[in-house]
């Protein structure tokens, strides 16, 4: 039975190498190796000596090699049955330390990914771990966010206050439609161009158009309202009707869009409603009959004023048709009579209201007289017309004054003394003066 139980065991067991050696150094066998101990010790994870493994017909770890200090195996519960039959009885307790140490990878350096700021330890051998998530991509996208909050609250800012600064002119339906436009945070030049492109833009300041149609540059939204408002002080100082400058929607004055449109000055303006008032609306009663006679005759107070506003018409070309119409005046106050072309001409030859009172009343003074000389003289007829050339030194000035002095002569030779023609305002130098 003890050679039956010997066999069976396998009388040929394993040692374990560091036993064997320490067997040898105090002259001893080396102990078996309990196979069975060796697999509990593998199912419940510890470490197996060189023998162990090679009773369990594993391949033998590098002498002297150990594993990482404090290592501790796979936990939980094995599973399955071990099969194969164990050949012998593993005896002896494994003695001795593991040596060796484990071999640890050294950091050299740490990186920053610069687009995502995520930091990395950098070891001896090149491979990299991640210590630290970055925060770039979630920090833009917060900046990104903060920064379109910001444009928006400034630009709805602006927008308040582009509204409120545009309602004082009662312009404010200029700037609701680009409210988007601003809030969004549109530039400045943006927005100019887009609040001059918009039909309510265009409307109130629709002399810039006619402007530039007509070769003027455009003048600034600021320039344009100074403009009106300068307009609107010098008709309420002269006394104007209010419909002359009331403003109807957003402000808009048709007359004032004409006056901007052919660049007329608040100073030019003035100059034109004195002429009318203090020249003709004011004048003798005379001037306005001749400048009904010259320039129609159903024309009233309104419409001369009227002229004298419309900005298509010159300043000088307005002033021209007053002075002839005073020169008119001057003729009717003398008893006399002159067309509109001859008080043109007088006035293109620098004749004012004053020297044609006074040279009219000359011509009266001695025209009849003269008419009657060259009638009995059988002389060419002396007509007011000859007196004018003299009397305010038009063109046939010199053969005018002959005949006057021809006549003055006959007269004096027939009735000896002083002659009618040469008597009174005819002996006077011009405008007045012979």
């Known amino acids: 039975m003890a050679r039956i139980n ?12 560091q036993t064997k050696m320490q067997a040898m150094r105090a002259g001893q066998p080396a102990p078996a190796v309990d196979a069975r101990t060796a697999l509990a010790k593998l199912t419940s994870g510890q470490t197996l000596t060189p023998a162990e493994r090679e009773a369990l017909g594993m391949s033998p770890a590098p002498v002297g090699a150990t594993g990482p200090t404090g290592a501790t195996g796979p936990t ?12 012998g009885t593993p005896t002896g307790t494994p003695t001795g330390t593991p040596t060796g140490t484990p071999i640890r990878k050294k950091v050299v350096s740490t990186y920053v990914d610069p687009e995502t700021g995520d930091i990395y330890s950098v070891y001896d051998d090149g491979s990299q771990e991640l210590i630290t998530k ?10 990104e966010k903060r920064i379109a909050e910001e444009k928006r609250r400034q630009g709805q800012s602006a927008y308040d206050l582009l509204y409120s600064e545009f309602a004082q002119y009662g312009l404010q339906a200029l700037v609701e439609p680009l409210k988007r436009l601003i809030t969004s945070g ?15 833009y265009q409307a109130r ?26 307009y609107q002080n010098v008709m309420r100082n002269y006394g104007l009707p209010e ?70 018409k010159g300043l000088e070309d307005i002033k021209r048709k007053v002075t002839a119409a005073e020169i008119g005046g001057a003729a009717i106050q003398s008893g006399l009579r002159t067309g509109m072309a001859r008080a043109e001409e007088l006035g293109a030859a620098g004749i004012t209201k004053q020297q044609a009172q006074q040279g009219f009343g000359t011509i009266a003074g001695g025209l009849e007289r003269g008419s009657q000389l060259a009638s009995i003289y059988g002389e060419n007829p002396y007509t007011q017309t000859t007196a004018e050339k003299e009397v305010f030194g038009l063109a046939g000035k010199t053969e005018a004054e002959k005949q006057r002095k021809k006549l003055t002569s006959l007269e004096t030779a027939t009735f000896g003394g002083q002659s009618g023609v040469t008597s009174g305002a005819l002996a006077r130098d011009r405008a007045g003066a012979y």
């Open 76 to 87: 939980g519960t094995p599973t399955g049955t071990p099969t194969g039959t164990l050949k």
């Open 243 to 312: 419909s002359y400058y009331t403003r109807g929607d957003m402000g808009v004055q048709a007359g004032f869009n004409q006056f901007i449109a052919n660049d007329v000055s608040a100073l030019e303006l003035e100059d034109r409603i004195a002429t009318a008032q203090k020249r003709v609306l004011n004048a003798n009663p005379e001037v306005l009959q001749a400048i009904k006679d010259f320039y129609g005759d159903s024309i009233t107070n309104g419409d001369i004023l009227a002229y004298t506003l419309n900005p298509t």
């Open 205 to 230: 300041f629709a002399a810039n158009a006619d402007r530039i149609k007509k070769g003027l540059k455009a003048i600034s939204e600021a320039e344009y309202l100074e403009l009106e408002d300068q």
């Open 134 to 143: 970055g925060t770039k991509a979630r920090d833009a996208a917060f900046e």
């Open 186 to 200: 549109a530039s400045p030049a943006e927005f100019t161009i887009e609040l001059r492109k918009s039909p309510a």
């Open 6 to 17: 010997e066999s069976f065991f396998n009388v040929n067991p394993i040692v374990d190498e």
